[in-house]
């Protein structure tokens, strides 16, 4: 990811860490299968 930041500016560490918690949506990163909760039924 960093090795090639100069080739593609539009994927950064800043921007996925970013979206990567919008979708965990307060999940434990650590966790193997983390995401956000499903929606109740």
Known sequence: M???ADVD???????LEYT????RAGEDP???CSAPPSPPT
């Open 20 to 23: 990567g918690a919008m979708y």
């Open 30 to 32: 650590t966790t193997p």
């Open 2 to 4: 960093d090795t090639k």
């Open 9 to 15: 500016p539009y994927f950064t560490r800043e921007g």
